[in-house]
């Protein structure tokens, strides 16, 4: 399962034209994202692993944007990243669960049924910000 993840995270990469993160898999409780590193949780179900792997996937391109790029968008991540929002609310993890979704729908062509709350945080972001950020920006 974690070879196959990461090759997957390799091909992602490559279409957002960002270097790879590092990725560790372990039983971490959650996944989650520092700094050029996903730390991705195993779950008994690869599919379940595999969407929370890109959406982790989704904060490094994030994370590599804003660092990079000086706009609207970076402005918005940079408010985001360096204060507490809550996590239901918030742009960056509304874009990285929209951006897990359409990579499995649009690019895997895996059927996934995501959880109520994340179909939640899905549709606050897709309601609430006037922009959207490209999946292949």
Known sequence: MQKKIKNIIYKISKMLSIKPPKILFGMFGNS??????????????????????????????????????????????????????????????????TFSLFVFQMILHIPYKIENKTKEIIMHFLRENSFIFSIFL
Not at 50 to 79: C, P, T, V, W
Not at 85 to 90: G, N
Request: proline letters at 2%; charged letters at 20%; aromatic letters at 18%.
């Open 32 to 97: 989650f994202y520092t700094s050029g590193v996903c730390h991705i949780h195993l779950y008994d179900s690869y599919n379940k692993t595999l969407f929370l792997a890109l959406h982790e996937l989704r904060h490094h391109y994030q994370y590599a944007y804003m660092m990079h790029i000086e706009d609207s968008i970076s402005n918005k991540i940079k408010e985001e990243w360096n204060r507490s929002i809550p996590y239901e609310t918030s742009y960056i993890e509304g874009d990285a669960y």
